[in-house]
């Protein structure tokens, strides 16, 4: 096999846009999803010609300290992490009693914040931002 080390020539029309930056080539491509439920889209400041700037706060699907904008005092933060106990730690608790482990092996849930509800609270405020639920899908 013989390499050159010229490149492919041009072909005109190929890669041509019509004069217009971001084009789709494939027409066949579907629009992107909507976002998820919970995504907050809050509007921000004006800009010149009175048009508005949207800004999206993510969502808290962790368990771990999230950087955000609290938007209940509008202050960039990270929020407080606290663990606390649920319907799911119950359910978990119920469950464990029912296949035997009664004599105190039931109550373990309640010794593993894994097993328990996660509340995001502003540090600078003490609001409550979100609280992720144990056993919630």
């Given at each position: ?14 890669y ?71 319907v ?10 029912a ?39």
């Amino acid at each position: 096999m013989k390499m050159t080390s010229t490149p492919p020539p041009y072909k005109p029309g190929a890669y041509d846009t019509g004069g217009q930056f971001g084009t789709q080539f494939n027409s066949n491509i579907p629009p992107p999803p909507p976002p998820p439920p919970g995504f907050v889209a809050t509007a921000g400041p004006t800009v010149p010609g009175g048009h508005f700037v949207v800004t999206q706060q993510p969502l808290i699907k962790q368990k771990i300290p999230t950087s955000m904008v609290c938007p209940h005092c509008n202050t960039n933060i990270v929020t407080a992490c606290k663990a606390k106990v649920g319907v799911g730690t119950y359910v978990v608790c119920g469950i464990l009693a029912a296949v035997g482990c009664w004599l105190g092996c039931c109550l373990i849930p309640f010794c593993i914040d894994d097993c328990k509800d996660v509340v995001h609270d502003c540090p600078s405020c003490h609001r409550t931002l979100h609280v992720n639920k144990f056993l919630d899908g």
